[in-house]
């Protein structure tokens, strides 16, 4: 992150909007420090962003005058320079709007009807992040023109007749050329000898013939001046955006002194492949460690009862997005009544989400003197994470939602930090409704504030209720149009498997959503918790 702080526009004609904006982004944390302007009009906007560099604009859709998306394309139109990271901020129901948005250059949208600190901190961490993948990916282009320009390798394009479209330096020189543009329409005939044209041009017509391309070919190379040398030639198919093949694409890279290096790069190749190997082996093993921090069994209530018997029932469905993931959950008892559920979705994927998840296994074990609680327990897990994590030079943080699950008191206890509430499921009458949790019980993400304070917040809990705790990878996935599969969709598939058994209940979801997405391969970890309550107990 940048140390000073960043330019940031706030594009909202709501006073009351503007202001809870305004009271936010202090609270972002010392990662995340804006200079903050506010106007109430897009045309105000406009003259803003002409007069003064940003970095951000939170930009509401809904404006007097000129709309959110019409200053959103004068962005777009901006020197690339000078143009600002966009959030588009949205109302309920405007997902077309933010789709819209999204595809006109807006980094993310923000519904501002939810708007608290972790939805902004993800929005504006991820906007963010993805201006600096843009940055680099606009980086990558220029370097490839660079290398086009300056590559030692002899770079060359060919119609379908053979003959030259474009040749880079290194190659003109070669030729005996002052100017690359001068082997335009001239084929090898023109430079090479007799032999090697020939054979050169039946390699091509095969590759024009075939689309197959030739990788790699050594060929000893007569130059125009009479040196010779030995080269590595590739050349592939080349092709326009319809798949018709326009001609190819050659690239020749001397290795006359190479050849002298090849038991050497030989020996080299062998060293990486067994040091990939052992990281392949590394990560499966981290994988089946993350694996086994899961529950590999549940508790049972009364303790000593069977499955059948037990007054709870847990089942789950796990699913990393690579080969270790974010998510992580965890079932114990609390008493012989009661049962603590958590789950949680740490920012990101990969190695680093996966060792927070190995420490939030081994902050659970030291707090479960406070587990009957759930404000207290997320209150412990917070201050042991933010301890760690602060350590650490890049942003992390956890979402979690715990809940007790209280059958001697037919009761469900419950706190959040910044994540998705769980869903009740009423079976018998195949009804679903979320879990109501007050407002003074939904904190923060965990790490990210030290010493907030979690409350717990209380409801009743019915036999042949099912309680669904999941993280956003089961709803926040979109299909090849880019529309989201959402939470009243997801909500609408549990109402319909309402009165299956809970385990099939689960993989009928997954198999919904993965319907939807239209492939198996999902973009973010998945994890859901399924609780029944096969009977309570109070008296």
């Not at 996966?354 to 081994?362: G, K, N, P, Q, Y």
């Amino acid at each position: 992150m940048n140390t000073a702080p960043l330019p940031l526009l706030i594009v909202e004609d709501s006073p009351l909007y503007a202001e809870i904006l305004l009271q936010l982004i202090p609270s972002l944390g010392a990662g995340f420090q804006f200079t903050v302007k506010w106007v109430d009009t897009a045309e105000k906007g406009l003259a803003e962003l002409e007069q003064h560099p940003y970095e951000m604009v939170l930009l509401d859709y809904k404006l007097p005058g000129a709309d959110g998306l019409t200053l959103l394309g004068h962005i777009q139109l901006m020197p690339e320079a000078r143009r600002p990271v966009v959030i588009m901020l949205t109302g309920i129901g405007n997902e077309e709007i933010a789709v819209e948005a999204m595809k006109m250059g807006a980094k993310d949208y923000l519904s501002k009807d939810h708007l608290d600190v972790p939805s902004l901190l993800r929005a504006i961490s991820g906007a963010l992040e993805r201006k600096r993948a843009e940055n680099a990916l606009a980086e990558e282009r220029a370097l490839l023109r660079a290398l086009m320009d300056n590559a030692p390798d002899h770079i060359y394009f060919k119609d379908t007749r053979s003959r030259f479209t474009h040749i880079n330096a290194a190659h003109a020189r070669v030729l005996g050329l002052a100017r690359p543009e001068e082997a335009v329409g001239k084929s090898d005939a023109d430079f090479y000898p007799s032999d090697f044209a020939r054979e050169t041009t039946e390699d091509e017509r095969l590759i024009l013939e075939t689309g197959k391309p030739i990788i790699a070919k050594e060929e000893r190379v007569v130059y125009p001046d009479g040196k010779v040398r030995w080269v590595s030639a590739t050349k592939v198919p080349l092709r326009d955006r319809q798949g018709k093949l326009i001609g190819l694409v050659g690239v020749s890279r001397d290795i006359t002194d190479g050849k002298l290096l090849e038991e050497e790069l030989a020996r080299t190749a062998g060293e990486l492949a067994i040091k990939n190997n052992q990281m392949q082996a590394d990560l499966e093993l981290a994988r089946e460690i993350q694996e086994a921090f899961l529950p590999q069994s549940y508790p049972r209530f009364p303790a000593g009862t069977t499955t059948e018997q037990s007054a709870l029932r847990f089942h789950h469905r796990y699913r990393p997005a690579v080969a270790i993931g974010g998510d992580f959950f965890d079932v114990f008892a609390v008493s012989d009544t009661e049962a603590g559920v958590l789950i949680c979705d740490v920012m990101g994927h990969g190695v680093r989400a996966a060792l927070v998840t190995a420490i939030m296994r081994a902050l659970i074990g030291q707090f479960t003197p406070a587990a009957g609680d759930p404000g207290e327990f997320l209150t412990a897990l917070n201050n042991g994470l933010f301890a760690i994590l602060k350590q650490t030079k890049m942003p992390m943080f956890a979402s979690a939602f715990y809940l007790v699950a209280d059958v001697g008191r037919a009761q469900l206890r419950c706190a959040g930090a910044g994540h998705p509430l769980p869903y009740r499921i009423r079976r018998k009458q195949a009804k679903v409704d979320p879990i109501e949790c007050s407002k003074a019980s939904m904190g923060p993400a965990l790490g990210v504030f030290e010493g907030s304070r979690y409350v717990s917040s209380e409801q009743p809990l019915d036999a042949d209720d099912l309680i669904i705790l999941y993280t956003d990878g089961l709803f926040e996935v979109a299909d090849r149009t880019g529309r989201y599969y959402g939470q009243e969709r997801l909500f609408a598939a549990s109402a319909r498997f309402a009165k299956l058994p809970p385990a099939e209940l689960l993989d009928k979801l997954l198999a919904d959503i993965v319907q939807f997405a239209g492939t198996p391969e999902l973009n973010d970890d998945l994890c859901v918790v399924a609780v029944e309550a096969a009977r309570v107990t109070a008296k």
